[in-house]
């Protein structure tokens, strides 16, 4: 779970970077937005529940790797073809690995503050959604933006809660399961279903060449 966290936070300080980078910002501005992007959603969830420090302050890797993801984003030059969805599919993959993460340690800490079923689901759905898609929205409001995750068009909050939901209630039966199926959930709605996912672009792209 400790290395999926970190998987989650590199893919999104990556795609959080991209995305300022886009808008000419300077390196500071692209290392700010992707650690918003990165540990944004966290920061949300541990002051909700009142877990404190802080997740990234009692372990500085997540700060170190968000950085890291973020410079690395500026300085490596574009490879990929503009419209090929790689950096989009990094963010379906935090979001994958941040609803677990979040619907995990929110149920640790209500288990322990709070036994009550009914407020700890909805407290473990709720902070496994903000987790995912937190730090995004705090990134597009700082940029000026309408939250992505809000547009009709994105599916991203369906893709949290059926992902979210997915792992609270398969990880009562199996843990690694509950991972695996959410993932595969998330995975699928954002990057298979969705007009917008990389399926769509894959399959479009292979069309065009057969054709």
Do not use: W
Request: net charge positive.
């Amino acid at each position: 779970m400790y290395y999926l966290d970190l998987i989650g936070t590199l893919a999104f300080a990556i795609a959080g970077a991209f995305k300022a980078r886009g808008r000419q910002l300077n390196i500071f501005g692209v290392i700010v937005l992707g650690v918003i992007t990165a540990v944004g959603g966290g920061t949300f969830r541990d002051l909700a529940i009142g877990r404190t420090p802080l997740f990234y302050l009692k372990d500085p890797n997540y700060l170190l790797i968000a950085v890291f993801g973020a410079i690395a984003t500026y300085i490596v030059p574009h490879i990929f073809k503009k419209g090929f969805s790689l950096f989009r599919f990094l963010d379906s993959l935090g979001l994958s690995a941040f609803v677990i993460i979040g619907t995990s340690i929110t149920y640790k800490f209500m288990f322990q503050a709070d036994p009550n079923i009914v407020i700890m689901t909805l407290a473990c759905i709720l902070m496994g959604m903000v987790t995912g898609f937190g730090g995004g929205v705090i990134r597009d409001a700082v940029m000026g933006d309408v939250p992505f995750a809000f547009k009709k068009e994105s599916g991203y909050v369906m893709a949290a809660f059926a992902g979210t939901v997915s792992f609270y209630v398969l990880m009562f039966v199996e843990v690694n399961v509950a991972v695996a199926v959410s993932i595969v959930v998330t995975l699928t709605l954002r990057e298979v279903i969705s007009e917008y996912g990389l399926g769509k672009k894959v399959f479009k792209f292979k069309f065009l060449e057969k054709s």
